[in-house]
């Protein structure tokens, strides 16, 4: 009997988050309707709600508005609205650093976020996997002698809290996975190994502590 039922959570669970997820995004996509007059609106032609018009509606939002600041004019105006951001208390600091973080994180040209390397922490001896979101900039560098790189190590099982590190290159392994794989075998406590892992001799490890 007890089988059976851990069988139906093992399969049901993943279902049941996996659709919760999707509702909590489709729900506050959906907001962008609330952007169109009351008669414009789907649900007064169709007489009933259709859930996911909203997001059709915020990838077209979003599709236009990347057209529109690529061109010339759409630089120029995008450049005068963050001046005008620029010049108001509050909202500049919020805008500012909101900015720099997307910038940073979607840019095809940033390296945020894109490797997966091994760290040693909380204490030597002890290793957990972080994700490399740059170099160490401004005053900072100038304290700090080497070649250091910035990582973010995300706790588990949320991975949204976590911890800001600067540390040595030299100190970090690069791994040979994605990460998303990574992102996985944080959530999941180390349960879901990425197959590069599972195949993978741990050879280099033993080296750097070798070192």
Not at 7 to 12: A, E, F, M, Y
Not at 113 to 134: C, N
């Amino acid at each position: 009997m007890r089988k059976y039922f851990v069988t139906g959570l093992l399969i049901l669970v993943p279902l049941a988050i996996t659709l919760w997820v999707l509702k909590t995004i489709i729900g506050t996509m959906d907001q962008s309707l609330l952007l169109l007059p009351e008669q414009w609106r789907p649900e007064v032609f169709l007489k009933y709600k259709i859930p996911g018009m909203g997001v059709i509606l915020t990838l077209l939002i979003v599709f236009i508005t990347g057209v529109a600041a690529r061109n010339f004019i759409g630089k120029r105006v995008l450049r005068l609205w963050e001046l005008i951001l620029k010049r108001i208390p509050v909202v500049n600091s919020i805008y500012s650093s909101v900015k720099q973080v997307s910038d940073t994180l979607l840019s095809s040209s940033g390296n945020a976020f894109r490797k997966a390397v091994l760290v040693e922490f909380p204490r030597k001896g002890s290793w957990t996997i972080a994700f490399v979101t740059g170099a160490p900039g401004g005053d900072v560098k100038n304290h700090l002698q080497g070649d250091y790189i910035s990582v973010y190590v995300p706790t588990t099982p949320n991975p949204t809290g976590g911890y800001f590190l600067m540390m040595p290159k030299a100190d970090t392994i690069e791994l040979a996975m994605t990460v998303d794989e990574a992102l996985k075998y944080i959530v999941s406590m180390g349960v879901v190994a990425p197959p590069e892992l599972v195949a993978k001799k741990a050879v280099e490890l033993p080296a750097k502590l070798a070192s």
